[in-house]
């Protein structure tokens, strides 16, 4: 007997939904395996986190990690370690074929708490070369055979022998730096900072250098925009033509008052003028300052990195210049100098403790260039404990974080991870702890004493090393000197360019106009 028509459509519909829900159920079971089988033929599943463990930053060795035996030390050097057992520590390329090669100069009393993070992350970028020009806690013994055991470093003690030799040197007896000579504190540093960086250029050609840079110890290049995290990228598609090279600075913002690894904990900083748009750089200014003299806390004129070539000279700690042309000079639109100013509420006394002006509006006019550095050593100076810790709170530490979100989305505050992630990632991986260590374990004897003898001879020169400016001229160099001078106004010379503010409120109409 013949079924209804009805009930034979019904079960051809339902034999096609049931083969339709099977092959549904099929298909993204057999592309899964599909594509499992694709990667394990490609070479196997990737774990990130085991990936991560076998990072390779640029001009680090690609050979297995070396492990260093258990030290015990007394120096409080170890509070660096994460672990006192043995760590891995790792090799850097010093590879004479990497191109450009990179130095960069300093002048620091630093502690290895602060060298060695700045020193380690900029090898990471590319530099293989550092001149560090030390005096305080750098010279000492325990610092400084630490620095000395480090390739690619070169350590130098402001010794008399020093001081006598810069004395004598070219642009001591030139007129463009003297109108910071016979000045304390900032001024005297600006002095020290400008004559090593001369001394620098002749060991940067000495070593095959092809360019140079001054940075101090409070301050990371942060290479953004050249492709890759690299300083050695970035000036390697510099233009031939190019002489220098300016970095503008991005400025710290703290949002704790008890930070205690500015490197580590500080991710947002405000981004300089010459990065911004300037209806909103004007717009949020008086948001931006919160009540401080300026933009910036310090100077906004970022620094600067030179080709090494004939005739170079420093124009101040964030310049260079040539003595026999005008410099062609780019400024970049995305790399900047990430600037760790004020970063510990500690520095508001220690920058005290370096200078010995009377803490009034008149003294500290001859003493500090920028006026937040005035305030700040006034406060540090006069206020009680409470009271410098709450002008800290307002005048450095960023605690609105409605204020901190409305510049971060008008771009006026920005967050930067990559230096922290770097540095961290070292410290974890024990490289600090193991230089130490090994520079604890295979310094040789003789240049330990040598160290010890350099750095005593620093240290008995003076309280405070004696300044370059106390130091008698040599009457043979006169003559040369007052040649010098007179020829001055055929040389392309100028001014030092000292730490200068970025542009105030004033100055809007006239920044505009420029720009038009």
């Keep these: 007997m013949a079924k209804p028509a009805a009930q034979t459509t019904a079960a051809t519909n339902h034999s096609f939904a049931s083969k339709l829900i099977l092959l549904l159920t099929l298909l993204p079971i057999t592309l899964a395996a599909f594509a499992f089988v694709l990667q394990w ?48 520590y790792y090799q850097f390329h010093y ?15 630093a502690g290895l708490d602060q060298i060695l993070p700045w020193m380690f992350y900029h090898k990471v970028l590319g530099v293989g070369t550092f001149f560090l020009f030390v005096e305080g806690k750098a010279a000492s013994p325990t610092v400084s055979k630490v620095l000395e055991s480090i390739p690619g470093v070169r350590v130098i003690y402001r010794t008399k022998e020093l001081e006598e030799q810069q ?6 007896n030139e007129t ?18 400008s004559l090593n960086m001369e001394m620098a250029i002749v060991m940067a050609r000495n070593s095959g250098v092809d360019w140079i840079l001054h940075l101090d110890t409070d301050e990371l ?21 190019v002489d220098m090279v300016v970095f503008p600075n991005y400025e710290s913002s703290v949002e704790r008052d008890d930070i205690k690894d500015p490197f580590i904990e500080v991710s947002m900083f405000k981004r300089n003028y010459d990065h911004l748009p300037k209806d909103t750089y004007f717009g949020m200014y008086k948001e931006s300052t919160r009540g401080n003299p300026n933009y910036f806390l310090t100077y906004g004129n970022g620094k600067s990195v030179a080709r090494v070539q ?105 967050r930067i991870y990559a230096p922290s992630v770097i540095i961290e990632g070292l410290k974890e991986s024990g490289v600090f702890s193991s230089v130490i260590a090994n520079a604890n374990t295979t310094l040789s004897r003789d240049k330990f004493l040598a160290s010890i003898e350099s750095s005593n001879s620093s240290r008995t020169s003076g309280a405070r090393s004696p300044s370059p400016r106390k130091i008698r001229r040599n009457p043979e160099n006169e003559s040369q000197a007052t040649v010098r001078k007179a020829l001055e106004v055929t040389e392309f010379q100028q001014v030092a360019v000292p730490p200068l503010s970025p542009p105030g409120p004033t100055m809007e109409n006239e920044v505009i106009s420029e720009t038009r």
């Excluded at 004395?167 to 001591?172: L, P, T």
């Design 221 to 241: 290049i942060h290479p953004a925009g050249g492709g890759e995290y690299s300083l050695r990228k970035l000036l390697r598609d510099i233009p031939s033509d």
């Design 310 to 414: 004939d005739h170079l000279r420093p124009n101040g700690a964030h310049r260079w210049h040539n003595y026999m042309k005008t410099p062609k000079e780019i400024k970049l639109e995305e790399a900047a100098v990430l600037h760790y100013t004020y970063a510990k509420f500690s520095d508001l006394t220690s920058r005290r403790d370096r200078c010995g002006c009377k803490p009034t509006k008149d003294d500290v006019k001859r003493c500090f260039m920028l006026e937040f550095d005035r305030a700040a050593f006034i406060v540090a100076s006069t206020a009680t404990e409470e009271e410098k810790l709450n002008w800290y709170r307002e005048h450095v530490v960023w605690t609105d974080k409605t204020i901190n979100l409305k510049l971060l989305r008008k771009g006026i505050l920005t």
């Design 41 to 88: 033929r490609g070479g196997g599943v990737v774990d990130v986190h085991d990936s991560a463990s076998h990072l390779q930053f640029p001009g680090m060795d690609s050979s297995p990690l070396a492990t260093v035996t258990e030290h015990h030390s007394a120096s409080d050097c170890l509070s660096l370690a994460q672990s006192q057992s043995s760590s891995p």
């Design 176 to 193: 463009w730096l003297s109108s910071f000579f016979y000045k304390p504190c900032n001024y005297e540093l600006f002095v020290k900072q």
């Design 167 to 172: 004395a004598n040197s070219r642009i001591w």
């Design 95 to 109: 590879h004479t074929n990497l191109k450009p090669k990179i130095c960069i100069t300093t002048s620091t009393s």
